[in-house]
Each structure stands twice: as structure tokens, then as C-alpha cells.
Nanobody, 123 residues
Framework: QVHLVESGGGLVQDGGSLRLSCAVSGRSFSNYAMGWWRQAPGKEREFVATITRSGSSTYYADSVKGRFTISRDNGENTVYLRMNGLKSEDTAVYYC????????????????WGQGTQVTVSS
């Protein structure tokens, strides 16, 4: 059983930065691709970013490309999301998730999710 715990959310002004962390329990963290998703009030959960098992490749939603960076530390069983240039439309609950296969943009390919961390961007 894999357990994911996000942290690092909070309130930030427009244009500010935050770094989210996701600590993953269990063995074989380096065997999983990981992803970040978000859900704004009244909207469906949407893909943000994903990273391969080794961390050598990353993929982003167009809405965050160039502003957000996903990374991982396989020695610390942690995945990160660095968010720069935050905008009000980035306000959402952010979730990290473990993929059961390769890095993917499809929610159905993720089999474990964290509880989420709130990010609020004030304009």
C-alpha cells in the first residue's frame, strides 16, 4: 500500500511562487511515474504535470508550461512541484498521484492519490 502526503500549499500573491512536496511511503518509489493534478471549485480535476520514474522526462499542461517544474528525489521518496509566476487561475487543490505504469496524462492511469493541498493565489 502506497501512501502519499502533499504539503507546501498556501496563500500567495499574484506573480508569487510556491513549492509543493509529496512524500510517498512504501518501497520501490523509483519504479513509479508520478504526477500532479489540480481541482478548482466547480471544475473537474485536471492534469498539471508528470515525471518519469528516473526523472529524466517531464510533461506539462499547456496552462503551466514554462512556469511550473516537476521534479523528484528517489532517495527521499519525494516528488516536487515548483510553481512560479502564479496566477489567480492557478487557485485549486493540488494532488499528487502515483501512476501504475509510465508517465501519463490520463487520470485513469493513476492508482494512488494524496489528500491534496490548497493553493490560493490572490490578485
Amino acid at each position: 500500500q502506497v501512501h502519499l502526503v502533499e504539503s507546501g500549499g498556501g496563500l500567495v500573491q499574484d506573480g508569487g511562487s510556491l513549492r509543493l512536496s509529496c512524500a510517498v511511503s512504501g518501497r520501490s518509489f523509483s519504479n513509479y511515474a508520478m504526477g500532479w493534478w489540480r481541482q478548482a471549485p466547480g471544475k473537474e480535476r485536471e492534469f498539471v504535470a508528470t515525471i518519469t520514474r528516473s526523472g529524466s522526462s517531464t510533461y506539462y499542461a499547456d496552462s503551466v508550461k514554462g512556469r511550473f517544474t516537476i521534479s523528484r528525489d528517489n532517495g527521499e521518496n519525494t516528488v516536487y512541484l515548483r510553481m512560479n509566476g502564479l496566477k489567480s487561475e492557478d487557485t485549486a487543490v493540488y494532488y499528487c498521484a502515483k501512476a501504475y505504469g509510465i508517465a501519463t496524462l490520463r487520470a485513469r492511469d493513476y492508482d494512488s492519490w494524496g489528500q491534496g493541498t490548497q493553493v490560493t493565489v490572490s490578485s
